[in-house]
């Protein structure tokens, strides 16, 4: 489906009031609204991620998930959706919840549009520091939808654009809705193997050491080499070699250090298929490398600096 006629979608969600009662309103209203399930599934999202800001109070407070008691496995599926429900009704009300909460949310109310959603958890990564450190522990959740018989990714949390310091003020980017596989792996990692979608999963390790990339990145024409580390050690007056499959010839790249002043533009050598940039390190402390196109910052590289 063509970004037009998401446009048509959305500006009828626009419409719709900024609360909903009960998750059965909301899905009335889509039902009513809407023919196919990737309308359904496009203007469930789009509400969702206009509307619901994400809780940076919970967040920082880092509870730890509610045990569910039971006696049997039966059980404990049955209270399992009674609690999952619960949480969904509860993010609709407050209009704020963290991660499980979007994901849960978006889950239940294609359920009640015969829409099969699952909730997928696993890893994000988003400061520079985290480059190199495998985690053991998920911090995050998004969705699978299956439409046509086909699975699609979805991460309405990351769509609002909220910010720490303004959560109330929503940057919308549909970057996360049916994103490629490939891309989203760059950023999300499932604790499920099967939730990547792609014929060969990667391993934890290599995700761990993946650059830092921004959702800018997504849109810029770059296409990083895969074997190229997020984790790079040189040394001053020294050059960094960076490699990419493929880059946009209309646009123009920078590179700059953090905190350092030092950037410049970036320019290209193509050979046997692939376009190599050598950039100058200069600094005598460490300065992690920034990649933008001039305006947002595409990827982020954590730099160890060694003695000549």
Not at 24 to 52: G, P, S, V
Not at 244 to 270: L, M, P, Q, R
Request: overall charge positive; some cysteine.
């Amino acid at each position: 489906m063509s970004s037009q006629n998401y446009s048509r979608i959305d500006s009828t969600v626009a419409t719709y009031p900024k609360k909903f009662k009960s998750i059965e309103q909301f899905a009335n209203q889509i039902d009513h609204d809407f023919d196919t399930n990737i309308e359904k599934t496009r203007a469930a999202y789009f509400w969702i991620a206009n509307h619901i800001t994400y809780d940076y109070k919970t967040f920082r407070k880092n509870k730890k998930p509610q045990k569910i008691k039971s006696k049997s496995k039966a059980d404990y599926e049955a209270k399992l959706q009674i609690y999952n429900r619960k949480l969904a009704q509860k993010t609709l009300r407050k209009r704020s919840a963290v991660c499980e909460g979007y994901s849960r949310l978006l889950t239940e109310v294609l359920k009640d549009l015969n829409i099969i959603s699952v909730v997928v958890t696993g890893y994000t990564k988003t400061y520079v520091q985290e480059i190199g450190r495998k985690r053991n522990n998920s911090n995050h959740a998004w969705n699978a939808v299956k439409l046509d018989n086909k699975w699609y990714l979805i991460d309405a949390t990351w769509s609002t654009g909220n910010s720490i310091y303004n959560s109330e003020f929503f940057n919308f980017s549909d970057t996360y809705f049916m994103i490629d596989p490939e891309k989203l792996v760059l950023t999300h990692f499932p604790d499920d193997e099967q939730w990547q979608l792609l014929e060969k999963p990667i391993s934890k390790n290599d995700y761990f050491n993946f650059p830092i990339f921004y959702s800018a990145y997504h849109t810029s024409g770059l296409k990083l080499e895969n074997t190229t580390s997020g984790y790079i050690i040189t040394k001053t007056d020294s050059v960094i070699q960076l490699d990419f499959a493929n880059i946009s010839k209309d646009k123009t790249y920078y590179y700059s250090f953090v905190n350092s002043g030092h950037s410049g533009k970036i320019e290209f050598i193509y050979q046997h298929g692939i376009y190599t940039t050598f950039i100058p390190y200069e600094d005598k402390r460490r300065r992690n490398l920034v990649i933008s196109d001039g305006q947002l910052a595409l990827m982020k590289f954590k730099i160890k600096l060694i003695s000549p």
